[in-house]
């Protein structure tokens, strides 16, 4: 007895719980949950007489047309509606007997059997910590189930084969999320189960697969793929237009076969609580992509006039082009991916946006737009490297800790970087170039460092108030402007303004700041009381301080800078500002060209900071070149202790001193030989490997060498030996 009860239960387990449904979306009818069943085995089974149990409720297994209540209307036609046989390598479907009455059609694989329960509905409703019990035909006691989901308690008495808490199955899913098995000939444990879309009929699988909008593969979209595609799998998507709405719930990697420009995904994507990483790339987006709960990878895609939504989700947006959208990417509810190498061109409103707790890199894009903001976020992202030309906004953050640093912003209309109800954000180290407004700042604390503002087309910095947490009360953190270099701009160099609504003032700390030939005035104060110290205000139209200042630390003098015509404005060597700035911790440590802060560049021994966002080349021998690489690597003075030795210098050959810096003083042809192998060290055309004479570094007398020329004419040392030969022949006939 005991061989054949266990002969008949391997037979039949080749038929194995495949999925499970119960999660439907708010609002759907209960009568849309199903339990799929498929068979692995070599041969046919009938599951005529088989039952299921979901530990509350027995229902026997029935065809589809068995049931009273189970109307035929409505099917597309390549279901199995009439029989219990499943063939082998097929699969069939449980169906709620009032399914046709539910509020979602699925999307059943033609050739699916279509069963239903004998009740009124399976388990009389599914719950998702129900775990479900399949039994072949001869019982309903342990050793006749044949297979399980969620894996039960081993009774005997089905209605009291529930849950046995020993495992994380059966699995919450998600709403509108099945419960699939992932390798079907493995056995009922945690690991081998995962959430996806529903797919009835569908066996998803790993592996490769191609799509192809002209038929020439087997899926003609990527939902069909989709549908099948387990986790790991890679899809291939050819050269085509592709109108459906695909969702992805699996891990998959899909890619197009051009670069970027071939496959054209013009429906609306879905990427929806997946188990691992999806990766899309070489694929034009022209619908909507909405990410959820999800990592995503994305890679040399192009999206044109399409938005990419992140939602609790992270990943990687990378090198990318963004064309025309109202919001290029739109990161929401703390999604904060890497965003690097991307562009974002012509966008109409917003490039990127990140709110509600969102915190991505954005780093080394390229932003370009005649209009809109290219970076509108909340939150504390890091924001460095970017090129930003146009829009009405560079940069605009609010209730923000943002970190904005070594940006090249240029020509935005309104403003390069606008900061409003913010605490604590740093702007350092960027350079800001003809914009409507420098910096903006209203109701916020902050910290503006390092950075360059010139040319503008207005005012330079602008602050409006301070931040309070109320907006009523007392100002709690103020703006920080410290180490600018803030010139040439057509308005005034820095306006202090505002105030809260119970009337307290701000009092701005400025210091360390150039503030020169500004078409306004230098510094000016509309209300408040600015903190200044050691800022240098010269020549600036409306005058230098107006309202305030400037305070025994500030300096009216020329700034000597050096090369203010290439827009660089570093101190000259007879600058006040060396060595002048006092010493704060809001100071950077480099400037911002990168040299370390701070040197000593009046050569008193000691190094403190220069005002403003540069810091002096040094340059000890006053020769007019630095011992570092100040501004370009042709400039750096070798030897900073000796004016005649720099890069302008006249070389002296063969001395020992390399006076132009170049690193050659044996090698006056620069053919590569040096002095004490070339004999003719003045003609790049002859060389030769002769022994040095040791003769204090002079040049070998030419029939002394012996060396041969690398040219087609013949060098002085074969003329002189060759006149000698004739004129010796000469007096040889005379005689």
């Known amino acids: ?26 609002g759907q009818s209960a009568y849309d949950e199903f339990v799929e069943i498929c068979n692995t085995g070599s041969a046919a089974q009938d599951v005529a007489g088989w039952s299921i149990t979901d530990g509350d409720h027995l229902d026997n297994l029935v065809a589809w047309t068995a049931h009273a209540s189970a109307l035929t209307d409505g099917w597309s036609g390549g279901m199995v509606l009439d029989s219990t046989l499943l063939p082998a390598g097929h699969c069939a479907v449980i169906l709620d007997p009032n399914y046709l009455e539910g509020t979602t059609p699925h999307d059943i694989e033609n050739g699916t059997v279509l069963l239903t329960v004998e009740g009124t509905a399976i388990g009389e409703g599914l719950g998702p910590d129900d775990p479900i019990t399949l039994f072949q035909g001869s019982g309903t006691t342990n ?42 000939q493995d056995a009922d444990t945690e690991g081998n189960w995962l959430t996806a879309a529903p797919s009835p009929g569908y066996r998803r699988t790993q592996g490769f697969f191609e ?3 002209d038929g020439s593969t087997d899926y003609p979209n990527l939902s069909s793929a989709l549908r099948v595609a387990q986790s790991g799998s ?36 879905q990427i929806t609580a997946v188990n691992g990483e999806v990766s899309l790339s070489h694929l034009t987006f022209t619908g909507e992509l909405l990410i959820e709960d999800t990592t995503v990878h994305l890679e040399d895609n192009l999206f ?13 947006f990378a090198n990318n082009i963004v064309n025309g ?43 370009r737009s005649a209009q809109g903001t290219a970076i509108d976020c909340t939150a504390g992202p890091l924001i460095e490297d970017n090129i930003i030309e146009g829009f009405d906004i560079a940069i605009a953050l609010s209730s923000s800790s943002a970190v904005v640093t070594h940006n090249e912003i240029t020509d935005t209309a309104n403003a390069a970087i606008e900061v409003s109800y913010s605490s604590d954000p740093w702007v350092v180290l960027n350079v800001l170039k003809g914009a409507g407004t420098g910096l903006t700042t209203s109701n916020s604390g902050m910290v503006f460092s390092g950075n360059l ?60 700041n150039v503030v020169h030939q500004n078409g306004g005035e230098g510094f000016r104060t509309d209300s408040g009381t ?42 000259g060597f007879d600058s006040p500002l060396i060595d002048a700035a006092n010493t704060t911790d809001l100071s950077m440590d480099t400037d911002l060209r990168g040299v370390a802060r701070p040197t000593d560049g009046d050569g008193d021994g000691t190094a403190l900071s220069d005002i403003g966002a540069f810091e002096a080349c040094i340059d000890v021998d006053r020769d007019g070149y630095s011992p570092s690489s100040c501004l370009e690597a042709d400039l750096v003075d070798c030897d900073d202790n000796d004016s005649s030795v720099n890069p302008s210098a006249e070389e002296i050959w063969y001395d020992g001193i390399d006076q132009n810096c170049d690193g050659n003083d044996r090698d006056q042809d620069a053919d590569g030989t040096p002095l004490s192998s070339d004999c003719d060290d003045t003609d790049p055309d002859i060389q030769t490997g002769c022994e040095d004479t040791g003769l204090g570094g002079e040049p070998k007398e030419p029939a002394d060498c012996g060396c041969s020329s690398t040219s087609a004419t013949l060098g002085p040392s074969w003329l002189l030996i060759l006149g000698l030969g004739l004129i010796r022949r000469r007096r040889t006939q005379q005689h």
């Open 1 to 26: 007895m005991f061989s054949t009860v266990f002969w008949a239960f391997t037979a039949q387990a080749d038929v194995v719980i495949s999925e499970v449904y119960t999660e439907t979306p708010s």
């Open 143 to 184: 050793a006749d189930a044949v297979s399980t989901y969620g894996s039960p308690i081993a009774s005997d008495i089905p209605d009291e084969r529930d849950d046995d808490q020993a495992d994380g199955i059966p699995i919450q899913a998600q709403t509108n999320r099945a419960v699939y098995r992932v390798a079907l």
């Open 211 to 213: 799509v192809s909008s």
């Open 234 to 269: 890679e899809i291939l998507i050819h050269e085509g237009l592709y109108f459906d709405d695909p969702e992805i719930t699996e891990a998959v990697v899909i890619i197009g076969v051009e670069n970027n420009d071939g496959a054209v995904l013009d429906g609306d994507l």
């Open 304 to 316: 044109l006039q399409a938005t990419s939504i992140w939602r609790y989700s992270d990943g990687v």
């Open 325 to 367: 959208a109202n919001t290029g990417l739109d990161l929401q509810y703390y999604s904060s991916p890497e965003v690097f190498g991307n562009q974002f061109v012509d966008t109409l409103e917003t490039a990127l946006s990140c709110f509600f707790g969102s915190e991505p890199l954005v780093q080394g894009n390229e932003f």
């Open 453 to 512: 503002v010139f040319e503008g087309l207005g005012d330079g910095v602008v602050i409006d108030g301070g931040w309070t947490p109320d907006f009523f009360g007392t100002i709690e953190e103020e703006v920080k402007v410290v180490g600018n270099t803030i010139v040439q701009n057509a308005g005034t160099g820095v306006v202090v303004g505002g105030a809260t609504i119970s009337g307290d003032a701000p009092e701005p700390l400025l210091w360390n």
């Open 530 to 571: 600015p903190q200044s110290s050691a800022n240098l205000a010269f020549d600036n139209a409306g005058g230098n301080w107006i309202g305030f200042g400037p305070a025994e630390t500030d300096l009216e003098a020329d700034p000597v800078f050096s090369n203010d015509s290439q827009s660089v404005f570093l101190p």
